[in-house]
Nanobody, 123 residues
Framework: VQLQASGGGLVQAGGSLRLSCAAS????????LGWLRQAPGKEREFVAT?????????WYADSVKGRFTISRGNAENTVYLQMNSLKPEDTAVYYC????????????????WGQGTQVTVSS
């Protein structure tokens, strides 16, 4: 499975961006995908995850709750991250990855990381 993240860019504070994550390769059987990010000089951190194993369930980091929305596209292998009211502290490389097991907030719970897309928020 390969994951391709796209949609990053430069935006002013208060602006919006929508990131996309597309899965390809072998039959994509996972039912949970997440977005994670890494700011310069910092460790990777959880942003949001969506699961559609039964009902759709979402989780968000406290820092993005109310501003970011994770959703699944019409194509089963596509997940989006709508980011509104962006802040300079949201500047980071954003990655999508498959949620495997364990706590959704833990980076080690994710596999098949994509290559990342840069998001830069200017003040």
């Amino acid at each position: 499975v390969q994951l391709q993240a796209s949609g990053g860019g430069l935006v002013q504070a208060g602006g919006s961006l929508r990131l996309s994550c597309a899965a390809s390769g072998r039959t994509f059987s996972s039912n949970s995908l997440g977005w994670l990010r890494q700011a310069p000089g910092k460790e990777r951190e959880f942003v949001a995850t969506i699961s559609w194993k039964n009902d759709v369930t979402t989780w968000y980091a406290d820092s993005v709750k109310g501003r970011f929305t994770i959703s699944r596209g019409n194509a089963e292998n596509t997940v989006y991250l709508q980011m509104n009211s962006l802040k300079p502290e949201d500047t980071a490389v954003y990655y999508c990855a498959v949620y495997d097991s364990g706590a959704v907030y833990h980076i080690g719970s994710y596999t098949h990381w994509g290559q990342g897309t840069q998001v830069t928020v200017s003040s």
